[in-house]
């Protein structure tokens, strides 16, 4: 029998901060939809920032997926390959990056999980808890990619390659 993947699908972000919570957001999709479409493997997990912590907490999956809220000049959403680093530590928003948390994890447990990270464009970041219409259709179609590489034949890596041509 072949070995089923252990996956993590890890949101981020504040909900209190509008678009911010378009991580939670997606996480609160995603455990709706494992309701009727259940995925022996997938877990799911969500905070406001990532942490040092996580580093053991993506130790023990074989696939990650980090979905946050960005600003940058994207069109909806993005999904890219994340590589360890640890150049990155940020504080701001986000105590510390996807790539600093992947690295943390190889340097400690000597393993690093294939890891992607989700951007999702946002556009509203007051202090309110609901999503900009703009940033729920995002959300939308950012859904709908994920769950279409979780049924569909390309791998994450081949994912990414089709979502930056």
């Known amino acids: 029998m072949p070995h089923r993947k252990r ?3 890890y949101g981020y972000g504040n909900p209190g901060r509008q678009d911010d919570g378009l991580g939670a957001a997606f ?3 995603m455990e709706a939809w494992l309701k009727d ?3 022996p493997g997938l877990n799911l997990d969500c905070n406001y920032q990532l942490n040092i ?6 130790a ?3 696939i990650v997926i980090f979905v946050d809220a960005t600003v940058e000049d994207i069109e909806h959403f993005h999904f890219s390959k994340v590589e360890p ?3 990155k530590v940020e504080f701001t928003m986000h105590a510390v990056s996807p790539s600093f948390v992947v690295d943390l994890c190889r340097k400690m447990f000597h393993v690093a999980p ?4 989700l951007h999702i464009k946002g556009y509203e970041w007051d202090f309110k808890e609901s999503l900009s219409e703009a940033a729920s259709e995002n959300l939308e179609m950012a859904f709908r990619f994920i769950i279409d590489k979780l049924h569909g034949q390309l791998t994450f890596d081949e994912a990414v390659l089709q979502e930056n041509k």
């Open 7 to 9: 996956m993590l699908i």
């Open 27 to 29: 996480i609160r999709k």
């Open 37 to 39: 479409h259940p995925m």
């Open 53 to 58: 912590e996580d580093a053991e907490i993506i």
């Open 60 to 62: 023990h999956k074989d």
């Open 85 to 87: 680093s640890a150049a």
């Open 114 to 117: 294939e890891t992607y990270l």
